[in-house]
């Protein structure tokens, strides 16, 4: 999986087409790779998913489509499609044996670009550049339509370094991206003009927190790429960029609110009690700075854990039981290599806004890993759920409850108190080992979207301090009250639900943690990823993982993360719950009891 | 062009390796792809399989040990084998892959078991011949 960064040789397009091909055969990895080399492609091969996706983060503009298979023990491939659209924004072509119908619209939903058939002819790949130029095009017919003459005219004086040769018209593109570049990504290779080509939008944390604060703003119902763009106030964003970003946003989205919907079987789940303002889904990054509305968009996206963390532990939903738990402990030896190195640098954590997030996310993780039933006293202060407390508090002091919360929530590691302490927007940090005062007063930051279902053997856990993780007790019977809110929630207890008790799980979680704080890329694309996995996932309830946990009881304390913002309504009622920390054992018993 | 018997028994057994259904298109498609950077691409990419699927047929034979069956996984380990089966074109290993998802969904314990044995048999056999198919064009090559 090494690849010298070539850039394109767009003089002889489509030839040098830089391809990176996902696969877990090996033996269809090799086919494909002599087959693209026939067609004069720039192949690169890779085994797994989360290997693709850090060559893909390591080189933002190294590749020019990425081609995978669908089923991969690491990772689902509809996930990585998602991930790679939503944050490299490449033409991604979905492979598999299956041709089912249904399969190829999924692909086609998650943003799939094509979808082959295996066995692959050759013929069929030839013609994959298209998917390539297509995409540029549609990029500069954007950039044309909004762009000032100004870029014209500097196309026309020659910038000197234009490698979109992939398009005649590529320049304006080229240019403007270039000054996009230089202006905001800062991780695009400025060095090296020629491989500065790809005019092609970087969603960086700060952008798509842009994006999703001003998608709150709006309102989710109401939103539209103009109106988004228009709030955003990044003069070099087009409203071509925003509009496919928000497509993406979207059927993320309703991925999550699907999964939910398939999951959630258990009777009585209501989930009208996740209020929509519960957008604690992005963890923070964007619902702390946007108190208005509860940004169930920013749900997802807030979310952006460690990257490389969060692809280990992704959590497929379609993997079922047995499988989990080989996902799990697959990334484990990642993480703990990944800790070490960041177990000597706090401080480092505590700059990294990934860090936090990633915490944020391997809690997600864990928490999917829960158990539904599980008696694992963990403490998840989530400062997700910090979110939603802030939004009802309208902005009056988010900061300041995640400080509280952060520093009275025990960390499963050192690394994350440090965390979360530099983040603004940070979600508390994992707090294992934190009494559930603590974490009461904290905040509630607790995984509230979980719990789907919370049954009275969660309310009395909400008195004791080995609280059980209630996010698991989806199969309960407690209700939500807001059924739509908890859809994301009951999906992922159900998932929980479904797994058996993850031994590795604690271990994975705190691996995870710390391997968040190393804080790769942008937290919040690790959010992203985090939260992707997070719902995805069938996860191995990680009752042991959890152990050392303590997980709030506050079921209002959503997810928020997970439910779309239009379904946090119910939140209120949390909120009013919320004020007094104190009392939410009681009210979770009453809220959630139906 | 065949020059010489040694050649021409190639050929014909390549031939009768298609007739009888064990290998269909994607075999040739593996030919195309042989060239001098990979003069022996097509024998590489058996090898690689055979080697692969060895692991893949050991986790079917331990889910098939494990009561109760775990279907869900069964296909799926199945689905896998399938896909790199039809990766040298492996017809009728492939055909019986798929029966043996047929009686996953139908969750049929004493289906599958019979069928995965069918699946290793031609499984097997095809491996032969190819051993043999393979030694053969060397030899004929050898002599070329």
């Known amino acids: 999986m090494d690849s010298a960064f070539c850039p394109p040789r767009t003089d002889v397009f489509p030839a040098g087409l830089r391809v990176l091909v996902v696969d877990d055969d090996p033996t269809w990895l090799k086919i494909l790779e002599k087959m693209l080399k026939k067609c004069l492609y720039e192949v690169t091969i890779c085994g797994l998913a989360r290997d693709a996706l850090n060559l893909l983060r390591e080189r933002k503009d190294g590749y020019d489509i990425v081609i995978s298979d669908v089923n991969m023990p690491d990772m689902d491939g509809f996930k990585l499609l998602e991930l790679v659209g939503l944050e490299m924004d490449l033409p991604v072509i979905m492979m598999s044996v299956d041709g089912e119908t249904s399969r190829v619209m999924k692909g086609v939903q998650h943003g799939a670009c094509d979808y082959l058939l295996k066995p692959i002819r050759m013929k069929e790949l030839r013609n994959i550049w298209q998917h390539v130029f297509r995409k540029k095009i549609n990029e500069v017919r954007d950039i044309e339509s909004h762009e000032s003459i100004d870029d014209f005219q ?201 860090g936090f997030n990633d915490s944020f996310g391997s809690i997600e993780q864990d ?84 719990y789907a279902s919370y049954d009275s053997h969660h309310v009395s856990n909400v008195s004791s301090a ?129 | 062009m065949e020059r010489n018997p040694l050649q021409r028994q190639v050929a014909y057994m390549r031939r009768s390796l298609f007739d009888q259904g064990y290998l269909d298109e994607q075999f040739v498609q593996l030919e195309d792809l042989q060239d001098d950077a990979n003069p022996n691409f097509v024998e590489e990419i058996v090898t690689l399989f055979y080697t692969d699927s060895a692991r893949l047929i050991h986790n079917i034979e331990q889910a098939l040990e494990s009561r109760p069956l775990d279907f869900i996984r069964l296909d799926d380990y199945m689905h896998q084998f399938k896909g790199s089966s039809s990766s040298i074109g492996a017809k009728k290993v492939k055909n019986e892959c798929t029966q043996f998802r047929e009686h996953c969904s139908a969750r049929s314990a004493e289906g599958c078991v019979r069928t995965f044995q069918q699946v290793k048999q031609e499984h097997t056999i095809l491996r032969r011949k190819l051993e043999t198919y393979f030694q053969l064009a060397r030899q004929a090559g050898l002599a070329n």
Request: aromatic share 6%.
């Open chain 1, 154 to 354: 500097i196309m026309r004086n020659g910038p000197e370094q234009s490698d979109d040769g992939y398009l005649v018209s590529g320049d304006p593109t080229s240019v403007k991206k270039r000054k996009d570049t230089e202006n905001k990504h800062d991780d695009r290779d400025h060095c090296d003009p020629s491989s500065v080509k790809k005019a092609r939008v970087v969603w960086s944390v700060d952008l798509h927190q842009k994006f999703v604060r001003a998608v709150n703003q709006i309102g989710f119902d109401k939103v539209g790429p103009k109106k988004i763009l228009d709030l955003m106030n990044v003069p070099w964003l087009t409203r071509e960029n925003v509009a496919s970003h928000l497509q993406k946003y979207r059927l993320y989205l309703s991925r999550l609110q699907k999964e939910d919907d398939l999951k959630t079987s258990c009777g009585g789940i209501k989930h009208s009690d996740l209020s929509p303002k519960d957008s604690t889904g992005s963890f923070g990054l964007s619902n702390l700075t946007n108190m208005h509305q509860n940004d169930a968009a920013n749900s997802g996206y807030g979310f952006s854990g460690n990257k490389k963390l969060v692809q280990s532990i992704d959590i497929d939903p379609k993997v079922q039981e047995g499988d989990l738990k080989g996902i799990i402990s697959l990334p484990r030896t990642e993480q703990k290599k990944m800790l070490t190195g960041e177990a000597s640098d706090p401080q480092k954590a505590r700059s990294s806004q990934m």
């Open chain 1, 466 to 594: 080995g609280s059980e993780i209630d996010l698991f007790s989806v199969q309960s019977k407690c209700q939500m009250v807001n059924p739509q809110a908890f859809e994301p929630i009951s999906n992922i207890t159900l998932n929980m639900r479904n797994q058996g008790h993850n031994q590795s799980g604690v271990n994975d979680l705190e691996s995870f943690q710390r391997n968040l704080i190393s804080g790769s890329g942008s937290a919040l694309e690790s959010l992203e990823d985090l939260q992707v996995h997070w719902l995805q996932g069938d996860c191995n309830p990680m009752n042991l993982g959890l152990r050392n946990i303590e997980f709030s009881d506050y079921h209002d304390q959503k997810l928020i993360t997970e439910v779309p913002f239009h379904l946090y309504d119910p939140l209120k009622l949390d909120y009013e719950y919320l004020s007094d920390l104190t009392e939410y054992p009681i009210m979770d018993q009453g809220l959630f009891i139906a």
């Open chain 1, 367 to 450: 928490v999917n890993y829960a158990a539904f039933d599980s008696s694992i006293s963990a403490q998840y202060s989530w400062s997700g759920e910090k979110v939603p407390e802030a939004q009802f508090q309208e902005e009056h002091r988010p900061s300041v409850q995640l400080e509280t919360s952060f520093n009275q929530l025990p960390v499963p590691g050192p690394q994350h108190h440090i965390q979360v302490d530099c983040l603004q927007p940070t979600l508390p940090p994992i707090s294992p080992g934190s009494s559930r005062k603590e974490r009461d007063k904290a905040s509630p930051a607790k995984i509230k979207p979980l």
